[in-house]
């Protein structure tokens, strides 16, 4: 399926199976065509080639388009869109047309039943915090019982905490009804906490699709691994299978001897030791994250400094010297040209 805009192509050839009761998390940067893919789906906007099928029924293409309404489809976005003269349990109901006004109420107030709200059934949108009315938006998209649940950054209007614990509990309500989900975020851990699979877009194209964890071992290229981790990256050229670097040589399986590469070490990879040990360095800076500080050393050699990722407990004074060791588990190497001139996110 393609989407243009006048001469912007959104989507570009983009082709992804979802199965029934997956999770399936479309991560990305702004502008990479996943809220337009979403709104196709949805029914919104029309796709300007190729096919759309649900339950392998055609749903929208070249000689068929079937409008949002008819095709089972919940919406769900991240202004959570509320009727403020509405009751909440009449902002559930909203969407039930189909039904009376008391089987409509009866299914709404089931609805903030499963997410905790009943007894908010008869106030209004404004007395909510925001994780309610996110959870109250919640509530709207499953009354219907859709077979295909949309979201589109659903959390991300949300402080951390309330985030991390609304990001649970929508995950144990889609579980429960089996409703198919597509997610939009451009948050790689959410997409990783969320996704039964995580499907990588670029440029309004699919880069990589797999389980979380396959993606984070494995990304395709380095604008992929920067999504998913804190990198250090340091220049390197080949020499007998190894990519050479001051903190050491590295496989660099099927790169060609002589050819440069660049050479991405995770922060949590890096290992400070007891001065003498490893490759000689000294703490430039420490910064104090909560339950980890990020320490800023000063190799030979190495044109910038080094993250290094370690407990808040085992942060070393500024100016100590110490050694540097490197976990080779948390190490990946890529063509230098991959990088395309891009300076790391």
Do not use: W
């Not at 990479?32 to 190729?50: D, H, M, N, Q, Y």
């Not at 340091?234 to 050491?248: C, D, F, I, K, N």
């Not at 430039?284 to 030979?300: I, K, P, S």
């Amino acid at each position: 399926m393609s989407r243009r805009f006048g001469d912007t192509l959104a989507l570009d050839r983009f082709s992804i199976d979802v199965e029934p009761g997956e999770v399936l998390c479309l991560l990305g940067p702004s502008g990479c065509g996943k809220s337009t893919l979403l709104r196709i789906a949805a029914g919104v906007e029309r796709p300007s080639s190729g096919r759309i099928l649900l339950d392998e029924q055609e749903v929208a293409g070249p000689n068929r388009f079937v409008p949002p309404e008819k095709r089972g489809v919940g919406l769900m976005f991240q202004d959570f869109a509320l009727f403020p003269h509405l009751s909440i349990l009449d902002n559930v109901a909203f969407g039930l047309k189909s039904l009376t006004r008391s089987e409509a109420k009866a299914e709404a107030y089931a609805a903030l039943e499963r997410v905790g709200l009943g007894h908010y059934a008869g106030e209004y949108p404004h007395i909510l915090s925001g994780g309610e009315q996110q959870r109250v938006a919640l509530a709207r998209a499953i009354a219907p019982r859709p077979s295909v649940l949309l979201m589109d950054e659903p959390f991300s209007g949300l402080d951390p905490r309330v985030r991390e614990k609304m990001r649970e509990e929508t995950l144990a309500i889609l579980h429960e009804t089996h409703a198919t989900c597509i997610v939009v975020t451009h948050d790689a851990e959410e997409a990783m906490r969320m996704g039964d699979r995580v499907v990588l877009m670029r440029k309004g194209s699919v880069v990589q699709t797999g389980k979380a964890l396959d993606l984070y071992r494995a990304p395709k290229d380095i604008l992929a691994a920067r999504t998913f981790s804190d990198l250090n990256e340091l220049p390197a050229r080949v020499e007998q299978e190894s990519a050479v670097t001051p903190l050491g040589r590295f496989f660099a399986g099927g790169l060609p001897d002589g050819a440069e590469a660049i050479v991405c070490v995770r922060q949590r990879g890096v290992r400070l030791l007891t001065a003498g040990q490893g490759v000689p360095g000294r703490v430039l800076d420490t910064r104090f994250l909560g339950d980890v500080a990020l320490v800023e050393v000063a190799v030979q050699g190495l044109d910038a400094p080094i993250l290094a990722r370690v407990r808040e407990s085992d942060v070393p004074p500024l100016g100590v010297e110490v050694g540097v060791g490197i976990d080779t588990g948390a190490v990946l190497v890529f063509p230098a040209e991959e990088t395309n001139g891009h300076p790391p996110d």
